[in-house]
């Protein structure tokens, strides 16, 4: 079974570009997480989804970041205008969820973003 | 909100010894999920090992096992017969039991197995 992909593996940009990081999560999976890692502040989570629906934003860090998930097998994290400060890798998580009960996230292998 | 402290910023160990990574959370939960994670130098984060609060049984993975001590709020890694590919990041992690909430990480503990 395929994992939870994402693209681009790689981004390098300049300031001021829009940058748009994609994700796939597993199918079947009705729950869909955005993370970012830096050294300074570890892993952090950005956002999340279940059912398609945003859930938790509070962890976007400014306007200037926005995700949406149009169906149960695609969602994007953009940024727009990026900042250098924006650079760190980004990783998308999926899992399967109830009310009662939740499953271990399964993370995808992640997009490194590079702002210069 | 929770927290999760990795108190070991890097250790080092020979090849087959048995090496214990600590890790404390605070939470106001009573029902929850621990893990921990291995992030290898290829960044991908892997799930090694799971363990539900509300079970007393600590979650064993053939050389993984954990310690979870719920009433002082720790869940330690244990490792034995270490090896060469154990070489990495691991991070301790938090979810909050039911629904859909996200995982809280700690910082990390960078382990290194020397041959």
């Known amino acids: 079974d395929a994992g939870v992909i994402q693209s681009p593996r790689h981004e390098v940009t300049e300031m001021g570009q829009e940058v748009t990081l994609r994700c796939k999560p597993i199918?079947?999976?009705?729950?869909l997480f955005w993370y970012r890692q830096t050294m300074m502040r570890g892993l952090e989570l950005l956002i999340y989804?279940?059912?398609?629906?945003?859930?938790?934003d509070s962890g976007m860090p400014e306007d200037r970041f926005s995700a949406k998930m149009p169906n149960a097998s695609f969602s994007t994290l953009k940024i727009q205008p990026s900042e250098p400060r924006d650079s760190a890798v980004y990783f998308c998580?999926?899992?399967?969820?109830?009310?009662?009960?939740?499953?271990?996230?399964?993370f995808g292998d992640g997009t490194r973003l590079s702002i210069l | 909100a929770q927290t999760v402290t990795q108190s070991q910023p890097e250790m080092s160990v020979q090849e087959a010894e048995t090496v214990t990574l600590s890790c404390t959370y605070d939470t106001s939960e009573s029902n929850y999920y621990l893990f921990w994670y291995k992030q290898p130098p290829s960044r991908q984060m892997i799930l090694v090992i799971r363990?539900?609060?509300?079970?007393?049984q600590n979650a064993t993975e053939n050389r993984f096992s954990v310690n979870f001590q719920k009433a002082a709020k720790s869940f330690s890694l244990k490792i034995s017969d270490s090896q060469l590919g154990d070489t990495a990041m691991y991070f301790c992690?938090?979810?909050?039991?039911?629904?859909?909430?996200?995982?809280?990480f700690g910082k990390g503990t960078h382990l290194i197995i020397q041959p």
């Open positions: 998580a999926s899992s399967s969820d109830t009310q009662a009960r939740n499953q271990p996230q399964h």
């Open positions: 363990q539900e609060a509300y079970k007393q």
């Open positions: 199918s079947g999976h009705n729950s």
């Open positions: 989804f279940n059912n398609n629906v945003p859930i938790d």
């Open positions: 992690a938090f979810r909050p039991g039911g629904g859909a909430d996200g995982l809280t």
